[in-house]
C-alpha cells in the first residue's frame, strides 16, 4: 500500500477542484490518500508520496511556501513535482529559460524595480502594442494581472504603483486571441500528453480562469500545438509527473507558451473520462521507479 497525500490549502471555497475523481482511483489500486493542507503542520515522513496539488494561495507567502515544501522533501516522503522544479517554475523568469531552448514565448519584458508609472509609454512602444497585460513575476489565479490600453491607462497608476513596488513584474503585449479564440491548455502525465482544454474569458473580461467566469471546455489539440507543447515538454530541466502548458495563438498562427504549470495545476479532470484513471496510473508508475 502506497500512503500518498494531495498538498491542498485550508479553505478551497471559490475554487473549482476536481482531484477527487482520481483518488477514486488511487483507491482502488490499493493506495490511502489524504488532503493536506500546506498550512497545518504534518509528520510528512508518515506519507510515501505528496503531490502538490491545489495549494493555490501559495503565492500569498511563497517563502513559507517553500519551507513547507522543503521539510517534506527532508522527511523522506518523495514530492512531485521535485523541489527542483517547483523552485525553477515559481518565477516565471522560468520562461526566459524555455525560451533560449528554441520554444515560442509571448514577448516579454522583465522589469525587476518598482513600477514608475512614466515608463508606462516605452512599454507600449517597446512591444509594438497598443495593449499591455502588466503582472507579477510570481503570481497565480491572475492576481495582481492588469489590462492596459495605451490611451486609456491614467485611472490604473497609484494602484499599479502600490502594488508593484515591492514586487519584481513582467510585462507583455496582449494577446487578441484569447478573447477572440481563447487559452489552450495541454495536460501532461510522466511527460505523456493527457488531454486538451479551451478556455474562454467571459465576455468583457480576458482572465481565462474559472473563478473569473471563464468557459472551460474539452479541445482536441491540433498537430501544430501538440509539436509546440511537446518542445516546450522536452525543454525541461526534468521531466515532471505533471504539467500544464498553457498556448495562444498568434497574428501569424503560431503558438507561443503562455505559461508552464509545474506546482499546482488544475488538471481540469472532469474534461476528459479517461484522464483520471490515467493520472492514477501515472502517478503509480512514477513512483515506482
Known amino acids: 500500500m502506497c500512503r500518498c497525500a494531495f498538498l491542498t490549502m485550508d479553505d478551497l471555497e471559490g475554487f473549482v477542484s476536481d482531484d477527487e475523481l482520481t483518488i ?8 490511502t490518500v489524504e488532503m493536506a493542507s500546506w498550512h497545518k503542520a504534518y509528520n510528512w515522513s508518515q506519507f510515501d508520496v505528496v503531490v ?11 517563502e513559507a511556501f517553500l519551507a513547507v515544501l522543503e521539510s517534506i522533501d527532508r522527511s523522506g516522503a518523495r514530492l512531485e513535482n521535485s ?10 523568469t522560468y520562461l526566459r529559460d524555455i525560451e533560449a531552448k528554441g520554444a515560442s514565448i509571448v514577448p516579454t519584458l522583465w522589469e525587476e524595480g518598482a513600477l514608475d508609472t512614466t515608463k508606462l509609454g516605452s ?7 497598443e495593449e499591455i497585460i502588466i503582472k507579477p513575476i510570481i503570481g497565480a ?30 510585462v507583455q503585449p496582449f494577446m487578441p486571441r ?3 479564440e481563447g487559452e489552450f491548455s495541454l495536460i501532461y502525465f510522466g511527460g505523456m500528453h493527457s488531454h486538451t482544454i479551451l478556455k474562454i474569458p467571459k465576455t468583457n473580461d480576458f482572465r481565462v480562469q474559472e473563478e ?13 500545438l501538440l509539436d509546440s507543447g511537446q518542445q516546450v515538454i522536452d525543454s525541461l530541466p526534468q521531466r515532471p509527473l505533471y504539467a500544464r502548458a498553457d498556448f495562444v495563438r498568434t497574428e501569424q498562427s503560431t503558438f507561443a507558451l503562455m505559461e508552464l504549470e509545474l506546482i499546482e495545476p488544475a488538471l481540469y479532470f472532469r474534461m476528459d473520462a479517461d484522464s483520471p484513471i490515467r493520472f492514477a496510473h501515472a502517478l503509480k508508475t512514477w513512483v515506482s521507479y
Open 212 to 224: 473569473h467566469g471563464g468557459d472551460i471546455r474539452p479541445a482536441i489539440a491540433e498537430p501544430e
Open 83 to 92: 523541489l527542483e522544479l517547483v523552485r525553477w517554475n515559481m518565477q516565471k
Open 52 to 62: 502538490i496539488r491545489t495549494t493555490w494561495d501559495y503565492q500569498n507567502d511563497p
Open 24 to 31: 477514486g482511483h488511487l483507491h482502488d489500486l490499493g493506495w
Open 178 to 180: 484569447i478573447v477572440e
Open 123 to 129: 512599454f507600449f512602444d517597446q512591444l509594438d502594442a
Open 141 to 170: 489565479n491572475a492576481d495582481h494581472t492588469f489590462r492596459l490600453h495605451r490611451s486609456r491607462s491614467n485611472g490604473s497608476m497609484a494602484v499599479l504603483e502600490e502594488i508593484f513596488r515591492r514586487r519584481a513584474y513582467m
